[in-house]
């Protein structure tokens, strides 16, 4: 299964509104990323919280962590249309070795 | 850099046939992946490689896959012989390390028929 997971699984706003998108992991973490997908495109990097940090803030982007709830949220605040996108939480596989994904919410932005 | 580089953007296969996907990584990165994304089961890892070298193929659905990284420049993916079951986007991504962030290519859209 996997160790990240999204929710809601979908999300539609209007312009000026802001998201709200958590995740649960399964294990324990060294830091947990989010990444943005567009339609057709590849995935891009948002933001990586360390598991010692509790909120982390990039432009109109806050992520926060809950290491003992395994718990991780993304705000995005005064939404824009262009926020349109799917966002992925991506954690470490328990092995160790790569970044593993959820299935990511799909926000809908509208104007 | 120019990115993760990865070709064809789409292929459209009749089944049975060989596929080969390619990548060119960020010069630099010791890292990298290869992931399959479906709507029925998100993104999947597949293989991962350290150096040129697989240090993860558990991901790896069947015998008929496979990668390589002959070099710290290109990486490809084969499937062969290809099936139906097999369409998706596959995506290469490369990082410093495993655990940093990892960068993208646009994707190979594989449609087997």
């Known amino acids: 299964s996997q160790q990240g997971e999204e929710d809601p699984q979908a999300l539609s706003i209007q312009e000026g509104e802001n998201a709200t998108m958590n995740c649960s992991y399964k294990t324990s973490i060294n830091n947990l990323q989010w990444y943005r997908q567009n339609s057709g495109r590849g995935l891009v990097h948002l933001i990586l919280i360390r598991s010692n940090e509790r909120e982390k803030h990039s432009g109109r982007l806050r992520v926060t962590l809950d290491t003992s709830k395994k718990s991780s949220s993304l705000l995005i605040t005064a939404s824009r249309a262009a926020d349109t996108a799917s966002y992925f939480c991506a954690v470490l596989n328990q092995a160790g070795t790569a970044l593993i994904f959820g299935k990511g919410t799909t926000l809908s932005v509208s104007s | 850099d120019a990115g993760v580089i990865q070709s064809p953007r789409h292929e459209v296969t009749e089944m049975g046939q060989e596929v080969t996907l390619r990548c060119k990584p960020i010069?630099?990165?010791?890292?990298l992946f290869w992931y399959r994304q479906t709507m029925m089961r998100g993104l999947e890892l597949l293989i991962y490689?350290?150096?040129?070298?697989?240090?993860?193929d558990s991901g790896m659905p069947e015998d008929r896959f496979s990668a390589k990284m002959p070099n710290a420049s290109f990486s490809t993916l084969k499937i062969q012989p290809s099936e139906p079951r097999d369409s998706a986007v596959y995506f290469c991504?490369?990082?410093?390390?495993?655990?940093?962030?990892?960068?993208f290519g646009q994707g190979t859209r594989l449609t087997v028929v």
């Open positions: 490689f350290n150096n040129n070298v697989p240090i993860d």
């Open positions: 010069s630099g990165h010791n890292s």
């Open positions: 991504a490369s990082s410093l390390a495993q655990h940093t962030e990892a960068f």
